[in-house]
């Protein structure tokens, strides 16, 4: 009778402990917890906010410790140091379609009636990585001092726009700012999900800033921006840079004031320390993947180290993920000055029947693995606003028909040598810009090989990325190749690649005021400028329209969207095995990094 | 002989100064500039294009507008303090941090390479060319061509190939562990460093060997025919005397002239295969300056290896005139 009691005793002190413990008693990593020990770092609940942001594990509740290893090619810190963003709100675990935008460093916000305000109330009690606190006075810094200073080399986000200019932000008071539009705005919670930042300390840098010190400039303010933000030497991310060896290496180390706990109510990161490591080309990130040096990629490497990652994955200790992501875009010069291309390229049925002619399955077969879903250039399938009918328009390989348009187009071959010439009987030729790239200029190649099957010579044109982008941003080019940026979230992308919105001017139509190409581009154009000031209904109808309306025009080419793998080191848990990614460098980050934790140190075997 | 050094002197300034002209005009051809493709990367993060004024004013800071002798006046007068500019490519990190940081390590390499290259390939010369058309010849010439034939960065791929996919290794790249980067130089780190070392050594030393090797054999096989060489055998000269004192003397004086041209050569060529193996020299730092436009950063390299040359070529005369005193002046 006594063992029965008090085993019923244990089981209920069981459900008990643990569920009160969740609510009232944070954990702290054991690196932490010593230096609160030795006096140089304030209790825990000094650190964190009254109520931190719970994020869900994707799997499981981690342990703390060890080092995460990343490698990079990219000389900036920008590309791959972005592992986690803090905004004002964000997306929850980045998997396709992952929905509504949930609360980050606000706890909660509200749209007045006629939609031109935006309330936002700050989770209280968030601090920087050096303990100061964190209030609204630092994102009223980074808006009017850094943003919205022409002096200051950041612009603003393209997304926070309304018909090209930004709201008007006002402190309330600490943890309480508004934001007024000149018109409704229904956007606000996806925008302020997809950009990178939206504070910076102001304690800190205000003394790098001319309006706070006579003594700075902004000339060593720009050199600075790139270092001291984000992952910079105060941070509100799970990690900050204690040493950074340009063009080397970069050392992070845990945050001690992060204000994010796990269901468990661990203070989050489990992770340490970060090492990214800078090496000087991107095959050398793919093979440091493969030996274990680095435990996970998803930005240099892609479907072209397919058969290389497959090749050693028995015995070696990595999985692959994957995430679906934009293909390849060729922009086609609609303003080019040749009188004989600008027709040709302004003409429909010849874009069209350039579509048409491109044999995407094969390319996809001998390039992608099999891993390319043919399309035009509609929006991703992971976004509200993709139809599959749109997505074939145009896309379907014919030859046939592509004959038939370019016959009809009067692009015919008058002199015999296997090429159309153009109507007045003078040669075409394309020539297609394209960077030294392991993917897009095999591509290309086969690109060409199958406009030669209908008739059209292409031209292949290989030169450095800066130069083929200096050319299209001066719109001195035939057909140039680049990312897609019709990802998940479109909107939070480079729209002046697609169209028209408030000052930009995509560069592969320039003239589109004076001579534009169609009234279904201004039709897009006018969508996707007041895109945001749109109720969601109305929002996602408009913006399949434009998908569709840019297949059917075929303005530019797109061969598809594909799965890229990404690879990740199996000593990782809670690394996701599909992740949205809307392009490179867009939208949101691809993991939630602080909540990825260490199952055993780099170069340990597995416990079997 | 004094003579001789001052005015050799003076004429490597002249030098000097007339391709820091050229390198800083050259750089500046093509279209666009360093800024171009920063602020492309800043566009690309923000989703927006950054305003004009703001691209004005980042011009006017880093003297982008100015006209091109007031922006090369400007840069030469930081030399004498050590200031060399500002890279915007690395983020605006100062180009004497970035080049000082590998300065080192890139002629520690191409030094080692030389010692190892010259080591190897004039005793093997020697021996080759006075058993010509042996085996061990016939063995030599063959491996020296495929030095020769084989681009070092070639060598490297193939290497990583080897060590990781059939020899499922681990190490590859890099001159010491990412841990020990910037660590003083303590055991472990030396110990890490020498481990990480045999692979570059070997395969630049394999390429710099190789032409060495084939310029002494050929140069001693033309001087074993000459006639002084008969008239040592004559004279009843133990035959080591003959090769060692009389005939290889002179067939190295081509060499030592090339000494000059192979330092410079050792650096830029080092170029592909430091980006293949990720080693911390200056050539991908070069690479990745004159790719971007980063004209202080491109600048203040081509400097560099002006210099290296330069002062290449005068050690090659001072040793050339210290071997063979007939070249001597005055």
């Known amino acids: 009778m006594f063992r029965l009691v008090f085993a019923l005793l244990v089981c209920i002190a069981l459900v008990i402990v643990p569920a009160s413990a969740q609510e009232i008693e944070y954990q702290e990593a054991p690196m932490l917890a010593e230096m609160v020990g030795a006096g140089t770092l304030p209790p825990l609940e000094e650190r964190l906010p009254a109520s931190p942001l719970v994020i869900e594990p994707v799997e499981e509740i981690g342990t703390y410790g060890g080092t995460l290893n990343i490698g990079t090619a990219a000389i900036t810190p920008y590309l791959t140091e972005n592992l986690t963003r803090e905004t004002l709100t964000t997306f929850p675990m980045p998997v396709p379609g992952a929905g509504e935008p949930m609360p980050n460093l606000a706890e909660s916000w509200e749209s007045s009636d006629d939609g031109t305000q935006v309330t936002v109330h700050l989770r209280e009690g968030i601090k920087w990585s050096d303990g100061e606190p964190f209030t609204a006075e630092d994102i009223e810094f980074y808006w009017y001092d850094i943003m919205l200073d022409e002096n200051v080399a950041i612009p603003i986000d393209g997304i926070l726009l309304v018909n090209g200019e930004p709201p008007v932000l006002e402190v309330v008071d600490d943890t309480t700012l508004t934001f007024t539009y000149p018109s409704p705005y229904y956007y606000f919670a996806e925008a302020m999900a997809s950009i990178w930042e939206i504070a910076w300390p102001k304690h800190y840098m205000s003394q790098f800033h001319p309006t706070y010190n006579e003594d700075a400039t902004y000339e060593e303010l720009n050199n600075l921006v790139e270092w001291h933000t984000g992952r910079g030497a105060v941070t509100l991310q799970a990690w900050y840079m204690v040493e950074h060896v340009p063009g080397e290496v970069m050392r992070l180390t845990r945050n001690p004031y992060y204000w994010k706990v796990d269901t468990a109510g661990n203070q989050l990161p489990y992770v340490d320390q970060v090492v990214v490591d800078v090496v000087e080309d991107r095959q050398a990130v793919a093979v440091g993947n493969v030996t274990g040096d680095y435990d996970f990629d998803t930005m240099w490497t892609g479907v072209q180290h397919l058969p290389l990652f497959l090749e050693s994955m028995d015995e070696r200790d990595y999985s692959l993920g994957s995430a679906d992501i934009p293909g390849m875009l060729m922009y086609i010069n609609l303003d080019h000055s040749d009188p004989i291309k600008n027709a040709a390229f302004r003409n429909l049925d010849f874009r069209r029947a350039l579509s048409l002619a491109i044999n995407r ?107 083929i982008n200096n050319l299209y941003l001066a719109g001195d080019f035939e057909v140039s190749v680049w990312d897609y940026y019709g990802g998940d979230v479109p909107l939070a992308g480079d729209l002046s690649r697609l169209a028209s919105t408030g000052p930009n001017t995509p560069a592969w139509h320039m003239q589109w005021q004076d001579l534009p190409i169609s009234d279904d581009f201004l039709e897009v154009n006018r969508i996707l400028n007041s895109a945001t000031t749109m109720p969601a209904e109305e929002r996602n109808a408009a913006l399949t329209q434009v998908s569709r309306l840019m297949a059917d025009n075929v303005w530019n080419i797109h061969l598809g969207f594909y799965r890229r793998p990404f690879i990740k080191s199996n000593r990782l848990g809670n690394m996701p095995n599909v992740i949205a990614r809307d392009s490179q460098v867009t939208a949101f980050p691809p993991f939630q990094l602080y909540q990825v934790f260490e199952r055993y140190a780099a170069g340990e075997a597995p416990a079997s | 002989m004094a003579t001789f050094v001052v005015r050799r002197l003076a004429s490597m300034l002249l030098t ?301 005369d001072l040793l050339l005139a210290w071997s063979d005193p007939r070249i001597r002046l005055g």
């Open chain 1, 361 to 467: 399955q094969e390319i996809g077969d001998v390039l992608y693995s099999g891993l390319l879903t043919p399309s035009g250039t509609v929006f991703s399938p992971s976004s509200p606003y993709y139809e599959e009918e749109a997505a074939q328009l145009w896309a379907t390989y014919d030859v046939d028909q592509a004959n038939a348009l370019l016959d009809a187009a009067d692009y015919v071959d008058t002199d015999g040598d296997g090429f159309r010439e153009a109507p007045d009987g003078e040669p075409l030729e394309i020539v297609v810009n394209v960077a030294q790239h392991d993917l897009y200029t095999p591509s290309v190649e086969m690109v060409i090989e199958d406009w030669a099957d209908v008739g059209i010579k292409g031209v292949l044109n290989v030169r450095d990325q800066d130069l």
């Open chain 2, 16 to 316: 000097l100064f007339m391709i820091s002209i050229v390198s800083f005009a050259a750089i500046q051809l093509p279209p666009g500039d360093v800024l171009t493709s920063w602020v492309t990367r800043q566009e690309v993060q923000s989703g927006a294009a950054m305003p004009r004024e703001s691209l004005e004013a980042l011009r006017a800071q880093y003297g982008l507008g100015e006209p091109l002798p007031l922006q090369y006046a400007k840069w030469v007068s930081g030399f004498p303090r050590g200031d060399f500019g500002l890279s915007l490519s690395y983020g605006g990190v100062s180009v004497d941090q970035l080049v000082g940081r590998r300065l080192g390590m890139t002629y520690f390499l191409v030094i080692a390479t030389l010692i190892i290259s010259w080591g190897l390939a004039i005793p093997f010369g020697i021996y080759a060319a006075t058993h010509k058309n042996s085996f061990p010849d016939y063995l030599l010439s063959a491996v020296s061509f495929v030095g020769i034939s084989i681009p070092n960065f070639l060598l490297a791929i193939l290497y990583i190939f080897v060590a990781v996919f059939l020899l499922k290794g681990n190490t590859v790249g890099g001159l010491y562990s990412s841990q020990y980067i910037d660590a003083p130089w303590t055991w472990d780190k030396v110990v890490d460093f020498l481990r990480h070392l045999p692979v570059p050594l070997f395969i630049l030393g394999l390429g710099g060997m190789a032409g060495t090797f084939r310029i002494m054999r050929a140069n001693l096989l033309d001087i074993l025919d000459q006639q002084y060489v008969e008239t040592a055998r004559a004279k009843g000269l133990a035959e080591r005397v003959v090769i060692y004192k009389h005939a290889a003397r002179i067939a190295i004086n081509p060499l030592i002239s090339r000494l000059g041209m192979q330092l410079p050569v050792l650096v830029s060529g080092t170029i592909i295969l430091s980006i293949v193996l990720d080693l911390p020299t200056l050539g991908p730092l070069f690479y990745t300056a004159l790719r971007e436009q980063d004209m202080y950063l491109a600048g203040t390299i081509l400097m560099i290896l002006a210099v290296t040359l330069v002062v290449g070529n005068f050690i090659a």
